[in-house]
T-cell receptor, first 112, second 114 residues
Framework: NAGVMQNPRHLVRRRGQEARLRCSPMKGHSHVYWYRQLPEEGLKFMVYLQKENIIDESGMPKERFSAEFPKEGPSILRIQQVVRGDSAAYFCASSPTRVEQYFGPGTRLTVT | QKEVEQNSGPLSVPEGAIASLNCTYS??????FFWYRQYSGKSPELIMSIYSNGDKEDGRFTAQLNKASQYVSLLIRDSQPSDSATYLC??????????????FGSGTQLTVLP
């Protein structure tokens, strides 16, 4: 039973480029959450999605960040025109019931 | 005031001892409480969930919840060096509405000394 899958595990982008992070939830899980962990800081909620719907994006920066969870395929977190401050670990979590959340291995984004 | 507060540590205990990790939260209506373990450079791993007042035991781990005091704790009995990690307290705040986003504390770094 595969866990939450994220790719890539490591991503290096130059300032101004786009970053695309992918998340496949655990089988049977229809709730997906994205969190960001900045160096030496705690986990911060970004967005909560179900298939084809954004349920809560209150933690997403208003500009440059977007997320989707299409009917087919993984959830995507997209960061346009990355800046050095976007360097962080981005974690996806999935849940079958909107309560317990299980985390993927994360994507470490480095902006040079 | 932070929504979820934890002592950052580091907390050091000798092997075989009981490690006690504490967490307080500000949203009185919170309903769900979780403890995650995060090894350095890895992702958070869910180790305990608790929803009602009292104790919940799972192997060497015991979670304790006191909603009146807005306090949740994690006890690790017979601590092992492999328990050395950062422990994150997470709360589902009622203010999040229908969404079940979690609010995390900053974590307590635990070191178990051989």
């Amino acid at each position: 039973n595969a866990g939450v899958m994220q790719n890539p595990r490591h991503l290096v982008r130059r300032r101004g480029q786009e970053a695309r992070l992918r998340c496949s939830p655990m089988k049977g899980h229809s709730h997906v959450y994205w969190y960001r962990q900045l160096p030496e800081e705690g986990l911060k909620f970004m967005v909560y999605l179900q298939k084809e719907n954004i349920i809560d994006e209150s933690g997403m920066p208003k500009e440059r960040f977007s997320a989707e969870f299409p009917k087919e395929g993984p959830s995507i977190l997209r960061i346009q025109q990355v800046v050095r401050g976007d360097s962080a670990a981005y974690f996806c979590a999935s849940s079958p019931t909107r309560v317990e959340q299980y985390f993927g291995p994360g994507t470490r984004l480095t902006v040079t | 005031q932070k929504e979820v507060e934890q002592n950052s540590g580091p907390l050091s205990v000798p092997e075989g001892a009981i490690a006690s990790l504490n967490c307080t939260y500000s949203d009185r209506g919170s309903q769900s409480f979780f403890w995650y373990r995060q090894y350095s450079g890895k992702s958070p791993e869910l180790i305990m969930s608790i929803y009602s007042n009292g104790d919940k035991e799972d192997g060497r781990f015991t979670a304790q919840l006191n909603k009146a005091s807005q306090y949740v704790s994690l006890l690790i009995r017979d601590s092992q060096p492999s328990d050395s990690a950062t422990y994150l307290c997470a709360v589902n705040p009622i203010s999040s509405g229908s969404a079940r986003q979690l609010t995390f504390g900053s974590g307590t770094q635990l070191t178990v000394l051989p």
